[in-house]
């Protein structure tokens, strides 16, 4: 059961550290090298599309939306199997979460 627990909290360390590291694109601004980019950039943030009930996301907003997303559930998932490491569980409840995490992630 130690071994596991060191596995089980390895893991969460990696699930932070991917929420971390994947919110650092969050505060990066989109930087064109050339024309074509320059071009696909402005239409990714400027081009509103309609999806009904005065909904007008651009492709971009839709992508920071998804990236903040993906974010925010590493940093749970982490944060949570870091803690429930730490409580005094059962094995079959670890491995129940286990079961969750790996359909989850």
């Not at 007008?56 to 940093?75: G, Q, V, Y």
């Not at 749970?76 to 790996?102: R, T």
């Amino acid at each position: 059961m130690k071994s596991f627990l060191i596995t089980f909290r390895i893991a969460a360390t990696f699930q932070i550290a991917t929420g971390l590291l994947h919110s650092l694109s969050l505060f990066n601004k989109p930087i064109a090298n050339n024309d074509i980019e320059k071009q696909l950039i402005d239409l990714m943030v400027n081009y509103k599309m309609e999806m009904g009930a005065g909904f007008t996301p651009s492709m971009f907003d839709i992508f920071i939306s998804l990236s903040a997303c993906l974010t925010l559930i590493c940093l749970f998932g982490g944060v949570l199997n870091w803690y429930l490491s730490y409580q005094k569980i059962s094995s079959k409840v670890l491995h129940g979460i286990l079961l969750i995490n790996s359909v989850i992630f």
